[in-house]
């Protein structure tokens, strides 16, 4: 069965790994002008990922290394190795970081519902040199490298729900701060800022997203397709809070053909930079959507006049509130295209068309 695990690892990642390369090609030298006219052209050099390597984690003791950052410890740094990480059942509890310097990593579970790696920081815990986390450091796996990818596996942080308006209980369950990253069935479960989706272009599939407050923050450019958004709110909750603070920055949080389930009252974006961008399309709306839909975050900045907040054929018992702002757009189709598809993200160079 691994062999067979393996083997189909190799022909579907080595697609999308050799498809993120693309991007990546150098030219060997600079034509000159007469050698523009020669038909000897010199060829393009491939810089990309070559070779692969398979790495088992059991926390049993029957694979290679019995815990995620032991594997992730024995990968090279500069790697150049498609390398997979398999991750068998069971619950690793521990603190997972993979730094810049290690692109190409994939983390395979055996599901989302028996593959998990935990741990339980929160902002407000002391680091090991006396200082608080703060949010960011608080998160359960942080990735620092391109190129990762991870299927089938839920990362969690299991510190206790806070109320709304308590200091220093943000949780993080899992950082992505690594350019193209790619996450097909995974879960993430937390509360108050459940997954930091820092910085970089990413796109998840089906993937299930857990929180309370603010459960997806940051100021990535990605798109989430086929998500469940699922909150755990108690007096009240808020789904994305996108960081975007230059007008012509490309980045922003796209929800195309998602799920909003779980308990309300719940805004389903919040502006936390001037000019943050949040768009739902094609998305169900369970009743549970606070009155206004949106939150501006300070209400003394005029976001409400820099931010691009849109929605786009979706549907539910919450719709009506998710319109219930003037500056939350009902867009038409041409407005809505830019964030319909995996050019959002330019996935076309780095996501093969059987992931997208």
Not at 129 to 151: E, I, K, M, W
Not at 339 to 355: E, Q, T
Request: hydrophobic share 35%; proline share 4%.
């Amino acid at each position: 069965m691994a062999s067979f695990i393996f083997t189909f690892f190799l022909c579907s990642f080595s697609l999308h790994a050799f498809i993120s390369a693309a991007s990546n090609y150098h030219t060997t030298s600079t034509l000159s002008s007469s050698s523009r006219n020669s038909s000897s052209h010199r060829r393009h050099k491939w810089v990309g990922p070559s070779g692969h390597r398979l790495i088992r984690v059991d926390v049993h003791g029957l694979g290679d290394f019995r815990s995620v950052q032991a594997a992730v410890d024995s990968v090279p740094e500069g790697n150049r190795k498609n390398v997979l990480i398999q991750i068998s059942a069971g619950c690793y509890i521990e603190k997972v970081t993979v730094p810049a310097s290690k692109p190409y990593i994939t983390f395979q579970g055996e599901g989302r519902d028996v593959t998990v790696i935990e741990w339980h920081d929160r902002a407000c815990d002391r680091g090991p040199d006396g200082q608080q986390l703060r949010t960011y450091h608080s998160a359960s796996v942080s990735v620092f490298a391109p190129y990762f990818s991870a299927r089938n596996i839920s990362f969690k942080n299991t510190a206790p729900a806070p109320m709304p308006g308590m200091q220093g209980w943000q949780a993080v369950a899992f950082r992505i701060s690594g350019d193209k990253a790619f996450f097909s069935g995974c879960g993430f479960y937390g509360a108050q800022d459940t997954l930091c989706d820092d910085a970089g272009r990413h796109y998840f599939k089906e993937c299930y997203i857990e929180g309370s407050i603010d459960f997806i923050f940051g100021n990535g450019r990605s798109m989430y397709k086929d998500c469940e958004l699922h909150s755990i709110a108690t007096r009240f909750g808020s789904i994305a809070a996108q960081d975007r603070n230059i007008d012509d920055e490309k980045t922003g949080f796209a929800f195309v053909n998602c799920r909003v389930t779980g308990t309300g009252p719940l805004y389903v974006g919040r502006a936390m930079g001037q000019y943050s961008r949040i768009v739902y399309a094609y998305t169900y709306f369970d009743d549970v959507v606070a009155h206004g839909g949106w939150d501006d975050w300070d209400h003394v900045s005029n976001k409400n006049k820099t931010v691009f907040f849109g929605v786009y054929k979706c549907y539910g018992p919450g719709v009506g509130a998710v319109r219930g702002v003037s500056w939350a757009r009902e867009l038409d189709y041409d407005t809505a295209h830019p964030f319909l598809a995996k050019s959002f993200v330019n996935g076309r160079h780095w996501i093969s068309p059987s992931d997208a």
